[in-house]
């Protein structure tokens, strides 16, 4: 019945910015601690960034610095600011509930070079 819809991936220069939006309906979202994975081919899925119910985020070390995660409860939306991109940065994006995870469809982020 949960079901996270992200959107706003796409192609970009190395350098360049994209921002990822999550949105979720029903009143769980409010309470709910979000993440933002990634998966490139051939690759496992890991963590991007975390973000709590009250707004407190953590971030992979490869990408602390240029992504910021945030959250909107009025608009049952997260969002992925990702800055400086990457050709490693290149994945699938999936947003997800956590605890217990519930995942997204995911996004395509390509990052030319």
């Known amino acids: 019945q949960v079901q996270p819809v992200e959107s706003g991936g796409g192609l970009v220069q190395a350098g360049g910015s994209l921002r990822l939006s999550c949105a979720v309906s029903g009143s769980i979202f409010s309470i709910s601690d979000m993440g933002w994975y990634r998966q490139a081919p051939g690759k496992q899925r890991e963590l991007v960034a975390s973000?709590?119910?009250?707004?407190?985020?953590n971030y992979a070390d490869s990408v602390k610095g240029r992504f910021t995660f945030s959250r909107d409860n009025a608009k049952n939306t997260v969002y992925l600011q990702m800055d400086s991109l990457k050709p490693e940065d290149t994945a699938v994006y999936y947003c997800?509930?956590?605890?217990?995870?519930?995942w997204g469809q995911g996004t395509q982020v390509t990052v030319s070079s």
């Open positions: 997800a509930i956590l605890s217990p995870r519930i």
């Open positions: 973000i709590t119910s009250r707004g407190r985020t």
